[in-house]
C-alpha cells in the first residue's frame, strides 16, 4: 500500500543552525503535502503546506520544497529556536475512491534546538 | 476558531472492555477521521468519515469500529480492549477535499489497556 518515508527520527542542532526533514511518498497520484507540528503534550498543528504545483512554498523562516519526479519533499527550519523544538510530520495525500482528502503520515521527527 | 473536542483525555481500561472514545467538532466538517500515535511510528489512521453514516476503514482497522449518526460526532469503539491497543488516540476533522483539506486535531486520548 501507500506509504510515506520520514527521515531522519531525532535531529538536534544549534540554536539559529538550520534544520532540514526529509520525507518520501509512493503514491504517484498525491497532490498535497502538508507538514504538523506537535509540541509536548499538545495537538498536532499545520504549519505548512504545498501542492503538486508547486515547487516550493516558504513563510518567514520554514520553507517546504517538492520534487515531484524523485516522489519527495522536505521541510526547511532557519534560524531555529528553542520554541522549535517538537515533533513535525510530514504527510501526503492519498487518491480514493471516497475523495475525502485522506492523508498517510510520516513516522515523525523529533527536534531539538539547544540553546 | 474550529474546535475539535475529545469526550477524555486519559482512560485506563481492563482487557476485555468495551470502550467507546468520543469526539465533536464544531464546524460543519464533512471529513473526520480517528489516528492512533504510536511512537516510531507516526500516526496511522484506524478509520474515517466523509458523512453521515458513511465510513472507511483506514490503514489499522482491526478491533475497533466508528459510529458517526450526527454530523459534528465521530465515535470510535474498541469492542473488547487489548493491551495492543495501549495507545494515543487523535481525532481529526476536516473540511471537504478541494476546499482546504487542513486537519484540525483534537487533544488526544491517552488509553491505557491492563
Known amino acids: 500500500g501507500e506509504n510515506v518515508e520520514q527521515h531522519p527520527s531525532t535531529l538536534s542542532v544549534q540554536e539559529g543552525d538550520s534544520a532540514v526533514i526529509k520525507c518520501t511518498y509512493s503514491d504517484s497520484a498525491s497532490n498535497y503535502f502538508p507538514w504538523y507540528k506537535q509540541e509536548l503534550g499538545k495537538r498536532p498543528q499545520l504549519i505548512i503546506d504545498?501542492?503538486?504545483?508547486?515547487g516550493e512554498k516558504k513563510d518567514q523562516r520554514i520553507a517546504v520544497t517538492l520534487n515531484k519526479t524523485a516522489k519527495h519533499f522536505s521541510l526547511h527550519i532557519t534560524e531555529t529556536q528553542p520554541e522549535d523544538s517538537a515533533v513535525y510530520f510530514c504527510?501526503?495525500?492519498?487518491?480514493?475512491?471516497?475523495?475525502?482528502?485522506?492523508?498517510?503520515f510520516g513516522q515523525g521527527t523529533t527536534l531539538q534546538v539547544k540553546p | 476558531d474550529v474546535k475539535v473536542t475529545q469526550s477524555s483525555r486519559y482512560l485506563v481500561k481492563r482487557t476485555g472492555e468495551k470502550v467507546f472514545l468520543e469526539c465533536v467538532q464544531d464546524?460543519?466538517?464533512?471529513?473526520m477521521f480517528w489516528y492512533r500515535q504510536d511512537p516510531g511510528l507516526g500516526l496511522r489512521l484506524i478509520y474515517f468519515?466523509?458523512?453521515?453514516?458513511?465510513?472507511e476503514k483506514g490503514d489499522i482497522p482491526e478491533g475497533y469500529s466508528v459510529s458517526r449518526e450526527k454530523k459534528e460526532r465521530f465515535s470510535l469503539i474498541l469492542e473488547s480492549a487489548s493491551t495492543n491497543q495501549t495507545s494515543m488516540y487523535l481525532c481529526?476533522?476536516?473540511?471537504?477535499?478541494?476546499?482546504?483539506?487542513?486537519?484540525?486535531f483534537g487533544s488526544g486520548t491517552q488509553l491505557s489497556v491492563l
Open positions: 464546524m460543519d466538517h464533512e471529513n
Open positions: 481529526a476533522s476536516s473540511p471537504p477535499q478541494g476546499s482546504n483539506e487542513k486537519l484540525f
Open positions: 468519515s466523509y458523512d453521515v453514516k458513511m465510513k
Open positions: 504545498i501542492r503538486s504545483n508547486v
Open positions: 504527510a501526503a495525500s492519498i487518491s480514493g475512491s471516497s475523495n475525502t482528502g485522506k492523508l498517510i
